[in-house]
């Protein structure tokens, strides 16, 4: 009995200490724990009581019970979540681990009007699961995802004042899991995780407030450096990256591609450079010596050489609602591998530019570029519930273009190398009126920038001087009203687009035309028409309903059409000897139900 007395006081001294020391790494879990903790404040100091809101300034909307993202003056996404452990006297330790997660279950078909196998990309019976053909042309043009993926973001986040005074520095290892691949059972484990941004941050404060600092930072990216790119839309942006979604300015890239990243942020304006390496596998000459005492020959050997890519930037601000960006970059791409050009450089420089107007509302920008961070000082942007206020006029328009300059091999002149330029250009206007928001957008992208990561149709190579290319075009408008009594927002989008080509000029030797054009959609996604067949304009359009079911959970439907004439496939002659290529029907109308959680 007393050795019992003596086990169970033992375990009890045990599990008090544990219950002591559980508060500091332990991430908060329960509802009531969601309000932020006070910025830069000991653990045992109260957070301050929130100031009343006026109630002619009353913010109506959806509030997140998770709030995922504000920014930083570098535009950095963080979470108003964190706990603080003293480690020394005058010193605050501020660490901790969060997600950000999207689970969505969705429900439907993308096309009822075709049997499966008729059109690519193949469209299957009505099932659970997300489609790429549930993305229309003109969504989400600011991302990379669609919104409907379930993927989850792991971050473990730190942070700390420097032994110099003004000085911080913080960390975070982001890693993105993809469940929908998980789920797959490919046993790829490469595109189930991969590295979202890790990086180390030293920041030097020289003025500014909490949550407008100014100062140098120098950020390091370990692992990868996608988030770090030029332009300013997302589907026009470059620089980046991520090789599985063919958006990687490193053809051939082996592995991941990491830099640095060194910012000065003052009052009004910012500027930054920073450089980028990464492994390619490209042709090297060789002296290999005769065995026979004969002398010496030249041979080529392939093999992983490191690629540099630079860039550079600044902004500032005209007036409060008038901004100036431009940015340039230089990248290495290897070397070419043809014999008449064997071992010299492939390379791409070029420049992006933005002019923005606001009023009301903050620069436009992507939280694909952002950082994950967790300070709770920043001022909440990125990623939050859209917030309303009755009578309250917004607006934000932005124009930006890009241009790039790519050495490639001429494709008319043996031996020798090129210059091929590639442009895009968007323009953008984004308005809110009380509970009415509305978006207008026109994208142009020439065909060498919608293929420039390839880079060019025929890869390495220009375009021929005898082909014919037309640029791609589009124009969209969206809008939504939201209702507050009933938490429902009715949407309506719709777009026209006219796709990029190629078109190869040719007759037979009996005079007769046989002229070919190609659409190209995007790297890898083209489709042939029939001979003497041109493009034609691709209608899409969306109507949507959303009901906000609580602060972390909404359900959404929606009906879509889409109007395609440029769709074809090969079916045989009458006399089922010869291929043809022909068109479908143009028409692909499809439907979802959805409910998503985000936290």
Same mark, same amino acid.
């Given at each position: 009995?007393?050795?019992?007395?003596?086990?169970?006081?033992?375990?009890?001294?045990?599990?008090?200490?544990?219950?002591?020391?559980?508060?500091?790494?332990?991430?908060?879990?329960?509802?009531?724990?969601?309000?932020?903790?006070?910025?830069?404040?000991?653990?045992? $100091?109260?957070?301050?009581?929130?100031?009343?809101?006026?109630?002619?300034?009353?913010?109506?909307?959806?509030?997140?019970?998770?709030?995922?993202?504000?920014?930083?003056?570098?535009?950095?996404?963080?979470?108003?979540?964190?706990?603080?452990?003293? @480690?020394?006297?005058?010193?605050?330790?501020?660490?901790?681990?969060?997600?950000?997660?999207?689970?969505?279950?969705?429900?439907?078909?993308?096309?009822?009007?075709?049997?499966?196998?008729?059109?690519?990309?193949?469209?299957?019976?009505?099932?659970?699961?997300?489609?790429?053909?549930?993305?229309?042309?003109?969504?989400?043009?600011?991302?990379?995802?669609?919104?409907?993926?379930?993927?989850?973001?792991?971050?473990?986040?730190?942070?700390?004042?420097?032994?110099?005074?003004? $000085?911080?520095?913080?960390?975070?290892?982001?890693m993105r899991v993809n469940?929908?691949? $998980?789920?797959?059972?490919?046993?790829?484990?490469?595109?189930?995780?991969?590295?979202?941004?890790?990086?180390?941050?030293? #920041?030097?404060?020289?003025?500014?407030?909490?949550?407008?600092?100014?100062?140098?930072?120098?950020?390091?990216?370990?692992?990868?450096?996608?988030?770090?790119?030029?332009?300013?839309?997302?589907?026009?942006?470059?620089?980046?990256?991520?090789?599985?979604?063919?958006?990687?300015?490193?053809?051939?890239?082996? +592995?991941?591609?990491?830099?640095?990243?060194?910012?000065?942020?003052?009052?009004?304006?910012?500027?930054?450079?920073?450089?980028?390496?990464?492994?390619?596998?490209?042709?090297?000459?060789?002296?290999? &010596?005769?065995?026979?005492?004969?002398?010496?020959?030249?041979?080529?050997?392939?093999?992983?050489?490191?690629?540099?890519?630079?860039?550079?930037?600044?902004?500032?601000?005209?007036?409060?609602g008038f901004r100036l960006?431009?940015?340039?970059?230089?990248?290495?791409?290897?070397?070419? &591998?043809?014999?008449?050009?064997?071992?010299?450089?492939?390379?791409?420089?070029?420049?992006?530019?933005?002019?923005?107007?606001?009023? +009301?509302?903050?620069?436009?920008?992507?939280?694909?570029?952002?950082?994950?961070?967790?300070?709770?000082n920043a001022p909440t942007?990125?990623?939050?519930?859209?917030?309303? &206020?009755?009578?309250?006029?917004?607006?934000?328009?932005?124009?930006?273009?890009?241009?790039?300059?790519?050495?490639?091999?001429?494709?008319?002149?043996?031996?020798?190398?090129?210059?091929?330029?590639?442009?895009?250009?968007?323009?953008?206007?984004?308005?809110?009126? +009380?509970?009415?928001?509305?978006?207008?957008?026109?994208?142009?992208?020439?065909?060498?920038?919608?293929?420039?990561?390839?880079?060019?149709? *025929?890869?390495?190579?220009?375009?021929?001087?005898?082909?014919?290319?037309?640029? &791609?075009?589009?124009?969209?408008?969206?809008?939504?009203?939201? *209702?507050?009594?009933?938490?429902?927002?009715?949407?309506?989008?719709?777009? $026209?687009?006219?796709?990029? @080509?190629?078109?190869?000029?040719?007759?037979?030797? #009996?005079?007769?035309?046989?002229?070919? @054009? *190609?659409?190209?959609?995007?790297?890898?996604?083209?489709?042939?028409?029939?001979? +003497?067949?041109?493009?034609?304009?691709?209608?899409?359009?969306?109507?949507?309903?959303?009901?906000?079911?609580?602060?972390?959970?909404?359900?959404?439907?929606?009906?879509?059409?889409?109007?395609?004439?440029?769709?074809?496939?090969?079916?045989?002659?009458?006399?089922?000897?010869?291929?043809?290529?022909?068109?479908?029907?143009?028409? #692909?109308?499809?439907?979802?139900?959805?409910?998503?959680?985000?936290?």
């Amino acid at each position: 009995m007393t050795r019992t007395k003596v086990r169970i006081r033992a375990l009890g001294k045990v599990l008090a200490l544990g219950a002591l020391c559980a508060p500091t790494a332990a991430f908060a879990q329960d509802a009531d724990e969601d309000a932020p903790s006070p910025p830069e404040a000991a653990p045992e $100091l109260p957070p301050e009581p929130a100031k009343p809101r006026p109630p002619e300034a009353e913010v109506k909307g959806p509030e997140a019970s998770h709030s995922l993202a504000a920014r930083s003056p570098e535009g950095d996404v963080s979470v108003q979540k964190r706990q603080a452990t003293p @480690t020394q006297p005058g010193a605050v330790r501020a660490h901790s681990d969060f997600v950000d997660t999207r689970l969505t279950w969705t429900l439907g078909d993308d096309d009822f009007l075709h049997p499966t196998g008729e059109a690519i990309p193949l469209s299957p019976n009505f099932s659970i699961g997300d489609r790429p053909q549930y993305r229309l042309f003109f969504d989400n043009l600011n991302s990379r995802f669609s919104g409907r993926e379930n993927v989850s973001h792991l971050v473990l986040y730190g942070k700390m004042p420097g032994y110099i005074e003004n $000085l911080e520095t913080d960390a975070a290892l982001v890693m993105r899991v993809n469940m929908t691949s $998980l789920a797959s059972q490919s046993n790829n484990v490469n595109s189930v995780l991969e590295d979202a941004g890790s990086y180390l941050r030293v #920041f030097y404060k020289t003025g500014g407030d909490e949550q407008k600092a100014e100062g140098a930072s120098l950020v390091l990216y370990p692992i990868d450096t996608d988030r770090f790119r030029l332009g300013y839309l997302y589907d026009i942006s470059w620089g980046g990256t991520n090789a599985r979604i063919n958006q990687s300015i490193f053809p051939r890239l082996q +592995g991941s591609a990491p830099g640095a990243k060194l910012q000065y942020d003052g009052k009004g304006f910012y500027a930054f450079g920073g450089f980028k390496t990464a492994s390619i596998v490209e042709v090297q000459r060789r002296i290999v &010596e005769s065995g026979s005492g004969e002398g010496a020959t030249t041979d080529t050997v392939r093999v992983a050489e490191t690629n540099y890519g630079f860039l550079g930037g600044l902004g500032f601000d005209v007036t409060d609602g008038f901004r100036l960006d431009g940015g340039a970059g230089y990248f290495q791409q290897g070397r070419f &591998e043809e014999p008449d050009v064997l071992g010299e450089r492939v390379y791409t420089f070029g420049f992006s530019g933005r002019v923005v107007l606001h009023d +009301g509302m903050p620069v436009p920008r992507s939280a694909d570029f952002a950082l994950y961070r967790n300070d709770p000082n920043a001022p909440t942007e990125l990623f939050r519930p859209e917030q309303y &206020e009755a009578g309250k006029f917004a607006w934000a328009i932005a124009a930006e273009g890009s241009q790039l300059h790519q050495n490639l091999k001429d494709f008319d002149r043996p031996g020798a190398t090129d210059i091929q330029l590639a442009r895009a250009a968007a323009l953008q206007a984004n308005l809110k009126y +009380g509970f009415l928001r509305t978006s207008v957008s026109a994208i142009y992208r020439d065909l060498p920038y919608v293929l420039r990561n390839q880079p060019s149709f *025929i890869p390495f190579q220009t375009i021929p001087d005898q082909a014919k290319t037309e640029d &791609e075009t589009f124009f969209a408008v969206s809008t939504d009203y939201f *209702i507050d009594s009933a938490r429902l927002t009715p949407g309506f989008g719709a777009g $026209l687009q006219m796709p990029a @080509t190629f078109r190869s000029e040719s007759v037979d030797l #009996f005079g007769q035309d046989t002229s070919r @054009t *190609i659409v190209v959609r995007e790297q890898g996604n083209l489709a042939f028409l029939p001979v +003497g067949e041109q493009r034609v304009p691709i209608l899409q359009a969306r109507a949507s309903l959303k009901w906000d079911l609580s602060p972390m959970m909404s359900a959404v439907t929606w009906l879509q059409y889409r109007r395609d004439n440029n769709a074809t496939r090969l079916e045989l002659d009458p006399s089922g000897t010869v291929l043809l290529r022909r068109f479908i029907s143009p028409n #692909f109308v499809g439907y979802g139900l959805a409910m998503q959680a985000r936290f």
